[in-house]
């Protein structure tokens, strides 16, 4: 059973500090989500990228985020510095796209506390 | 871009009875819309999507309907069972230059009781 992996877990930082989260894409998923959940805003999508390359990351604030595909297999998402702000569940998605729509399959989330 | 509304944003039923979930969207190009399911501190999981060329689809005790021309569609979920109590989120793909992103609602709290 294939799925989407992401480390770490739950990670508490001091604001400032500068926060790496990492997601693994199911084996052969060509594309890459990353979404933040709170409860004010929900779910909201913060980049995407397809065969690697970064096609939307217009949610994501640019002075402080950065999305990054070093690999197929490796997905980045770094927070620096951070702020008490960006507290939320970061979760990662991937899905194969053939066509122009197609399932998203999410990864377990990293629970990011900033103080 | 895309705007999704979903309502309503609890609900409580007995184990048993019937519950809808009912969403609408913006964009009048959008084509796929999927439900998840998210117990608490898990996940959002895939538990059924439609696409605009057919009205209605059915899996087990869950079903989708799909109206285009009102740019709304529907979660219907028959026999609920105490394990259904989740948030559910629906979402509508919204997109341009050959691919799609997501759009999600808010989400539902539905809670049942046995």
């Not at chain 1, 899905?95 to 990864?107: K, N, P, W």
Request: hydrophobic share 30%; proline share 6%.
């Amino acid at each position: 059973d294939a799925r989407v992996t992401q480390t770490p877990r739950h990670k508490v930082t001091e604001m400032g500090q500068e926060v790496t989260m990492r997601c693994q894409p199911i084996l052969g998923h060509n594309t890459v989500f990353w979404y933040r959940q709170t409860m004010m805003q929900g779910l909201e999508l913060l980049a995407y990228f397809r065969n690697r390359a970064p096609l939307d990351d217009s949610g994501m604030p640019k002075d402080r985020f950065s999305a990054e595909m070093p690999d197929a297999t490796l997905a980045t998402l770094k927070i620096q510095p951070s702020e008490p702000r960006d507290s939320a569940v970061y979760f990662c998605a991937s899905g194969l796209a053939r066509t122009e729509t197609y399932e998203q399959y999410f990864g377990p989330g990293t629970r990011l506390t900033v103080t | 871009g895309e705007n999704v509304e979903q309502h309503p944003s609890t609900l409580s039923v007995q184990e048993g009875d019937s519950a809808v979930i009912k969403c609408t969207y913006s964009d009048s190009a959008s084509n796929y819309f999927p439900w998840y399911k998210q117990e608490l501190g898990k996940r959002p999981q895939l538990i059924i999507d439609i696409r605009s060329n057919v009205g209605e689809k059915k899996d087990q005790r869950i079903a989708v309907t799909l109206n285009k021309t009102a740019k709304h569609f529907s979660l219907h979920i028959t026999e609920t069972q105490p394990e259904d109590s989740a948030v559910y989120f629906c979402a509508a793909s919204s997109g341009n230059s050959g691919y799609s992103t997501l759009t999600f609602g808010k989400g539902t709290m539905l809670l049942v009781s046995p």
